[in-house]
């Protein structure tokens, strides 16, 4: 049976574009390949690295990412090697030294590749590429977390009683990851726009939505050479839309706020302690003084600095954390035993500090079991993502041109038995000391625990999403019994080229636990 996409009977014309865009992509490989950035010297893992092969070793990636990284981590431990993506080859930096090295490299010398490497600048816009508003906000939000604390459990406890039935006689099976991403939406929600917004079904709905859109813009662009990718966004986002619904949620607060402002002062009673009043600050003080509301308030058919700003701001956090959350479900509910422990050190600590973040600093176990979750489930297979302004040659030798994109093997990493006995094993309580005396935090970072980077570009909201990551998993286990939906099984990991995603299909069994109303 011939397929319908067969072309032997097709018009001569018709195979043009295809031929056109062939030759299109011999062209780019090669103009890369010979560039003045070229990298040859680079050992390459996955493939080799002559034009048009190495798209062999792109496939191998994108494939089979992880074992292409352990692979070039075991045989070039303590040195540089390469591994191919469809814009770039991606330079791999393993081992302390070289990872202490990049992080200390000077402003001058590096900057961040993040949004390059995952194209974000095609999905959200270069403003959000280059505009660094959000890192002091978020920087003041750590400072406020004790405050902001308790509404942000009050929002996870409001979620889960929506959310979860509460029939203490049997057991619900859960869809855990449409479960996490609406907790995390609404508690994210209630500290960067508080409250009614926070709650809004359409707002919620959106923020989780606008998620899932941004996900799969990424996963296209991923496969895009560097030259289609403006029409390959174009075509496959729907985030300009989402955004400018978004702010049809946020400008009537935005315009109270203002118009309170004009009234009372900068500093009017009851003014919210929530990141979008911080933006608006920041933008108010951008424009000088509040003559700057009508570029704030507006709802703009153009980017600006609100409307980059907070959606997009929101959606960074809840790209990750429900993900975080997921992976310690999962591994929470093959481990009854564990989960159990960890629900006395949550009793105690609730008992002897509230629902507080001086509570869930009090829960060293959890904290031990969310970071060593991590280790072994982060969201990233790499990290540190840096591009080069000028030359580097490193301390073994390497010699590295301007213009090369660089990276940290987080999961090869993170699997080094040189690092971690039994490493590929989960040990809930691997970080744990008593009374957390020396004890690394969950958001504690070291050249051999990268989950959120290292040094002075780690992530700056790891503070907030560890606290807000203790807070939901506390709740669930005072609150809920767990099972898997298969009796001892976890759900597997799903590797796509950088990203490690959760199975996004699976359900846990939640059981009300009588008594657990604290």
Not at 187 to 206: K, N
Not at 326 to 346: F, G, K, N, Q, T
Not at 466 to 487: G, M
């Amino acid at each position: 049976m011939r397929s319908e996409f067969s072309t032997m009977d097709a018009p001569a014309g018709v195979a043009t574009p295809y031929a056109f865009a062939a030759a299109l992509l011999v062209l780019w490989l090669l103009a890369s390949f010979f560039s003045p950035q070229n990298l040859r010297h680079i050992p390459t893992e996955g493939g080799p690295s002559l034009p048009i092969l190495s798209l062999i070793g792109l496939y191998n990636f994108l494939s089979n990412g992880p074992e292409v990284l352990r692979r070039g981590y075991e045989r070039h431990k303590g040195g540089a090697f390469k591994v191919a993506l469809m814009s770039r080859w991606l330079v791999i930096l393993s081992g302390k030294k070289l990872v202490d090295e990049l992080q200390k490299l000077p402003d001058d010398t590096v900057t961040s590749a993040t949004m390059e490497v995952f194209d974000m600048q095609h999905v959200f816009g270069r403003p959000y590429h280059t505009d660094q508003m959000h890192i002091p906000l978020l920087r003041a939000l750590t400072r406020r977390l004790g405050a902001v604390f308790p509404d942000m459990f009050a929002e996870v406890q409001a979620a889960f009683g929506e959310l979860v039935p509460a029939t203490p006689d049997g057991w619900t099976p859960v869809h855990v990851f449409p479960l996490a991403s609406t907790v995390v939406a609404r508690a994210t929600g209630r500290v960067f726009v508080g409250l009614p917004i926070c709650r809004d079904p359409g707002y919620v709905r959106l923020i989780t939505h606008f998620t899932d859109d941004a996900t799969e813009a990424l996963k296209m662009l991923t496969l895009a050479p560097a030259f289609l990718k403006g029409a390959v966004a174009r075509r496959y986002t729907v985030v300009d839309a989402r955004v400018r619904e978004m702010m049809g949620y946020l400008r009537p607060a935005v315009d109270a706020r203002m118009a309170l402002a004009a009234q009372f002062g900068a500093e009017w009673a009851d003014k919210p302690d929530d990141l979008l009043q911080g933006i608006i600050d920041a933008v108010v003080a951008r424009g000088q003084g509040l003559h700057a509301a009508p570029a704030v308030r507006r709802l703009p058919g153009d980017r600006d600095d609100l409307r980059g700003a907070s959606p997009r701001r929101s959606t960074d956090h809840t790209l990750t954390l429900p993900q975080a959350v997921i992976h310690a479900l999962y591994d929470l509910a093959v481990r009854p035993a564990l989960a159990d422990a960890l629900r006395a050190e949550a009793h105690a600590a609730v008992a002897a500090h509230g629902w507080t973040k001086a509570g869930a600093g009090a829960m060293h176990r959890l904290d031990s079991f969310l970071r060593e979750s991590q280790r072994l489930s982060g969201a990233l297979t790499v990290s540190m993502f840096r591009k080069l302004q000028k030359p580097v040659t490193l301390s073994d030798g390497t010699h590295l041109p301007a213009g090369t994109t660089l990276a940290t093997p987080t999961l090869a990493t993170h699997l080094d038995a040189a690092h971690y006995a039994d490493a590929a094993r989960l040990a809930p309580l691997r970080f744990f000391a008593p009374e957390g005396k020396g004890q690394p935090r969950l958001e504690t970072t070291a050249p051999d625990y990268l989950t959120f980077g290292h040094g002075r570009w780690a992530c700056p909201g790891r503070f907030l999403a560890a606290n807000e990551l203790k807070a939901v998993v506390a709740y669930v286990l005072v609150h809920y019994d767990l099972r898997p939906e298969r009796a001892g099984v976890r759900p597997q990991n799903v590797f796509r080229g950088l990203v490690v995603y959760p199975d996004a299909h699976a359900k846990v069994l939640f059981r009300k636990r009588m008594g657990g109303g604290m």
